[in-house]
């Protein structure tokens, strides 16, 4: 499957965006859906996770109440809507499926396939 991540840019605190993961190539619904982050000179973690029919999600706990993530199977897409957003949420922000995990509990390392990432930037 292809990811293709969309939807970053600069923001000021307290304003929200919107991402878009747009998948192509096999089946959408296979695939546990999840948003990662890398911010400068740091490694990349784990922001949110949801399950192949949609019904669960989880979140990193510095996004709890902030960040939603959802997914459209008709559009093959999934979200992460960002609220409240803060300067040290700067990152780029990538999408990933993983074809084996059943649950979200999925290391980083479970994740098949990347997007290419998309910049967020809060500035204060």
């Known amino acids: 499957v292809q990811l293709q991540a969309s939807g970053g840019g600069l923001v000021q605190a307290g304003g929200s965006l919107r991402l878009v993961c747009a998948a192509s190539?096999?089946?959408?619904?296979?695939?546990?859906m999840g948003w990662f982050r890398q911010a400068s000179g740091k490694q990349r973690e784990f922001v949110a996770v949801i399950s192949r029919g949609g019904g669960t999600t989880y979140y990193a706990d510095s996004v709890k109440g902030r960040f939603t993530v959802s997914r459209d199977s008709a559009k093959n897409t999934v979200d992460l809507r960002m609220n409240s957003l803060k300067p040290e949420v700067t990152a780029v922000y990538y999408c990933?499926?993983?074809?084996?995990?059943?649950?979200?509990?999925?290391?980083?390392?479970?994740?098949?396939?990347w997007g290419q990432g998309t910049q967020v930037t809060v500035s204060s």
């Open positions: 190539g096999r089946p959408f619904g296979s695939y546990l």
């Open positions: 990933a499926a993983s074809s084996s995990c059943s649950d979200y509990v999925c290391p980083r390392h479970r994740y098949d396939y």
